[in-house]
C-alpha cells in the first residue's frame, strides 16, 4: 500500500505561481511513477506531469513550458512548480503513483485526495 499527501493548493491571479508537494508513505520501494493529474468541473481527470524514478519526464501540452515537475527520492516527495498560471488551469490537481511489485508482478495505481487551485482574478 502506498499512501500519498497534498500540500499546496490555492487561490491565485492570472499569470501567478504555485507550488505543490505531494509525500509518499507505505510501501515507497516499489514506487515507479509519481505526478500530478488534474480535474477541471464537468471534465475527465487529465494528465499534467509524471517522472518516474530515473527522472523520466512527461507534460501535457498544456502545460509544458509552464509546469515543472520534480522529485526528491530521498524524501520521497514529488513537487509541481506552476509557472504563469492561467484561469485554464483551473482544478483539482491529484497525486499519482504508479506502484511495480516483481513478485507476484502486480501494478497498482494510488491516487492522493486532491487539492484545488483556483486561478482567478
Known amino acids: 500500500q502506498v499512501r500519498l499527501m497534498e500540500s499546496g493548493g490555492g487561490k491565485v491571479q492570472p499569470g501567478g505561481s504555485l507550488r505543490l508537494s505531494c509525500a509518499a508513505s507505505?510501501?515507497?520501494?516499489?514506487?515507479?511513477?509519481m505526478g500530478w493529474y488534474r480535474q477541471a468541473p464537468g471534465n475527465g481527470r487529465e494528465l499534467a506531469a509524471t517522472?518516474?524514478?530515473?527522472?523520466?519526464?512527461n507534460y501535457s501540452d498544456s502545460v509544458k513550458g509552464r509546469f515543472t515537475v520534480s522529485r526528491d527520492n530521498a524524501k520521497n516527495t514529488v513537487y509541481l512548480q506552476m509557472d504563469s498560471l492561467k484561469p485554464e488551469d483551473t482544478a483539482v490537481y491529484y497525486c499519482?503513483?504508479?506502484?511495480?511489485?516483481?513478485?507476484?508482478?502486480?501494478?497498482?495505481?494510488?491516487w492522493g485526495q486532491g487539492t484545488q487551485v483556483t486561478v482567478s482574478s
Open positions: 499519482y503513483a504508479k506502484e511495480i511489485t516483481t513478485v507476484p508482478l502486480e501494478v497498482h495505481d494510488y
Open positions: 507505505g510501501n515507497i520501494f516499489s514506487i515507479n511513477v
Open positions: 517522472i518516474t524514478t530515473g527522472g523520466v519526464i
